[in-house]
């Protein structure tokens, strides 16, 4: 299995709404990231995880939430957004956080919040 | 990590050979150069990566000059499935994150 898969692939939530995205990859790999992709924009780094434990956030608000209950798995809890958090919700993993042959991205969640 | 500067948009006819440059003028000793690509609607997708000297995979080849300011991704046979937005990202060595820049949108047309 050389994939990432990310469930829903579209989700609709109202502002006072929790929902929660998932991530998936069963390649062994130990490191594990969050991306955001607004139109047109590249994707923007959101959190890092490194053997299960949280190894970066890049000042990502509070309404956004990981988690890593294992290896294989990696959620993003989703709690009061606003309007603006509408866009691609990127998960990718990588065998560790050193050089390597780059990350594996899953197709994104997109997310619209109403 | 060494900033990047890429054209925004590129043509290439189908069947031909696609060759997007990458300007890294600051790159470091220990700064590798990676290369993903992002069709519409999907999750980027590895092409290839180098240090100093040239690669070639299946995908691609990625020529990087001899002072590594700056480097080419070549597609040698181009396809309409190649249509995508380019990314060329400088990594520093050891630990560290992938971050994007704005990338150049290729168009393969028939």
């Known amino acids: 299995d050389t994939e990432v898969t990310q469930t829903p692939k579209h989700l609709v939530m109202g502002m006072t709404n929790k929902k929660s995205l998932k991530c998936e990859q069963h390649?062994?790999?130990?490191?594990m990231y969050w991306y955001k992709q607004k139109a047109k924009k590249p994707p923007e780094l959101m959190f890092v995880?490194?053997?299960?434990?949280?190894?970066i956030n890049e000042s990502v608000p509070s309404r956004f939430s990981p988690e890593c209950p294992n290896s294989s798995l990696l959620n993003l809890h989703l709690h009061a957004l606003q309007p603006e958090d509408s866009a691609l919700y990127l998960c990718?993993?990588?065998?560790?956080?050193?050089?390597?042959?780059?990350?594996?991205f899953g197709s994104g969640t997109r997310l619209t919040v109403v | 990590d060494a900033k990047t500067t890429q054209p925004p948009s590129m043509d290439c006819a189908e069947g031909r050979a696609a060759n997007l440059p990458c300007n890294h003028s600051?790159?470091?000793?220990?700064?590798?150069v990676y290369w993903y690509r992002q069709i519409h609607s999907q999750g980027p997708q590895y092409i290839i990566h180098?240090?100093?000297n040239n690669e070639t995979n299946e995908m691609a080849s990625l020529i990087i000059t001899e002072d590594r300011k700056s480097s080419t991704l070549i597609l040698p046979h181009a396809t309409l499935r190649d249509t995508a937005v380019y990314y060329c990202?400088?990594?520093?060595?050891?630990?560290?994150?992938?971050?994007f820049g704005k990338g150049t949108m290729l168009l393969v047309s028939p």
């Open positions: 990718a993993s990588s065998q560790d956080m050193g050089q390597g042959v780059g990350y594996t």
């Open positions: 390649m062994g790999h130990r490191a």
């Open positions: 180098g240090l100093k």
């Open positions: 600051t790159i470091s000793g220990n700064e590798y």
């Open positions: 995880y490194s053997y299960e434990k949280l190894s």
């Open positions: 990202i400088v990594r520093l060595g050891g630990y560290s994150t992938l971050t």
